[in-house]
């Protein structure tokens, strides 16, 4: 069965980084786009980047751009977000999803940033 | 890259149905077949409801509907449940090769 776990979430200082991970299992994740979605406390979905399943373009939401990346290791089947110079509002749960060009049709179960001083 | 406008909130009895819209422009939602919907219940992770405007994925219940007019989707769900109550989010496609979420409604089943 298909199956996203990201790793990576925690507390840090505003202007730090973070890297988040998402490891893929029970689908050919090297034939996939993936994307990252955040969801603020108490708030709405918020889009934040994709990879193609080759990784050879990515695609940033304004609110990120400049600061995170996304990677993929498609030998690994395993997704990444480098997340620089982090911001409050970047307070987030992060989850990793699959995009098989019919929405996104699974998710993982999300891990928590808090930035915070 | 501005979110999708949605009716913060709808509601309707037990064996109703209502609609959500989604409203955009051009450049997202009247521009591109790749209109989806999420339910998601309170600490829950978002379940796929409908993509490409009008089909839904294996096992989703065909009380939930979707449909287009211009720069506006919209889900309906009929026969309304208890169980439909959650958070609905429409997405779309962008112009700029991105994707762009609404803000969400809460529906509430009296």
């Known amino acids: 069965q298909v199956q996203l776990v990201e790793s990576g979430g925690g507390v840090v200082q505003p202007g730090r980084s973070l890297r988040l991970s998402c490891a893929a299992s029970g689908f050919t994740f090297s034939t996939y786009g993936m994307h990252w979605v955040r969801q603020a406390p108490g708030k709405g979905l918020e889009w934040v980047a994709v990879i193609w399943f080759d990784g050879s373009n990515e695609y940033y939401a304004d609110s990120v751009k400049g600061r995170f990346t996304i990677s993929r290791d498609n030998s690994k089947d395993t997704l990444f977000l480098q997340m620089n110079s982090l911001r409050a509002e970047d307070t987030a749960i992060y989850y990793c999803t699959r995009d098989p060009e019919a929405g996104f049709d699974y998710w993982g179960q999300g891990t928590l940033v808090t930035v915070s001083s | 890259q501005s979110a999708l406008t949605q009716p913060a909130s709808v509601s309707g009895s037990p064996g109703q149905s209502i609609t959500i819209s989604c409203t955009g422009t051009s450049s997202d939602v009247g521009g591109y077949k790749y209109v989806s919907w999420y339910q998601q219940h309170p600490g829950k992770v978002p379940k796929l409801l409908i993509y490409d405007v009008t089909n839904r994925p294996s096992g989703v219940s065909n009380r939930f509907s979707g449909s287009k007019s211009g720069n506006t989707a919209s889900l309906t769900i009929s026969g309304l449940q208890a169980e439909d109550e959650a958070d609905y989010y429409c997405?779309?496609?962008?112009?700029?090769?991105?994707?762009?979420f609404g803000g969400g409604t809460k529906l509430t089943v009296l």
């Open positions: 997405s779309s496609y962008t112009s700029s090769s991105t994707w762009v």
